[in-house]
């Protein structure tokens, strides 16, 4: 595995990068040689914030984790990785590009599924045009963390999310 580190609001001493190449190393049991890691340290007050990105042909690994300690984020973010491999494992494998980058050994073993994504609820409902504004509006109404509209501008649906600090994002469909 090929590790890219970088640093914001931090810098990444010789201490921080081991830590990471040994945590996140112990997944180079599922990845080829040539797979890269995307890290990025960073600290906000109190929070030490580590995000972790692995892209692979047609898909993405990721995982962030905030705590209190560096070190702690760290052996959280690995384990997390190690779970959605082994979670996900059969969905990768099904698009054969991205076993490209998973060691044969990985494919080859069975995992337990033992959190298969089940949907336990559907909700319908009437989606009516709006401003993105609006639409941020009736998700505070709601109290709810993102809302789905059709954006009265553009005729298409997007969704409002809240972010931290109290602002909002919008996810609207490419062109």
Do not use: W
Not at 50 to 79: A, W
Not at 106 to 131: G, S
């Amino acid at each position: 595995m090929k590790f890219i580190i970088i640093g914001k609001n931090i810098e990444v001493t010789e201490g921080l990068r081991s830590a990471v190449e040994d945590k996140i190393g112990k997944l180079e049991k599922y990845f080829t040689e040539e797979t890269e890691v995307h890290v990025t340290l960073s600290v906000e007050k109190d929070r030490q914030k580590i995000e972790v990105t692995i892209p692979m042909k047609g898909n993405i690994i990721r995982s962030e984790q905030v705590s209190s300690d560096m070190y702690v984020s760290i052996d959280l973010v690995e384990e997390i990785i190690e779970r959605q491999l082994k979670k996900y494992k059969k969905k990768l494998v099904d698009k054969k590009q991205t076993a490209a980058f998973l060691r044969q050994e990985f494919v080859e073993k069975d995992y337990m599924d033992d959190e298969e994504v089940k949907i336990i609820r559907t909700k319908k409902f009437d989606i009516k045009p709006m401003y993105p504004e609006d639409a941020c509006v009736q998700m505070e109404l709601l109290g709810h963390n993102f809302y789905v509209f059709c954006n009265a501008e553009t005729d298409q649906v997007n969704v409002v999310y809240k972010r931290k600090g109290n602002t909002y994002g919008l996810i609207e469909p490419e062109d």
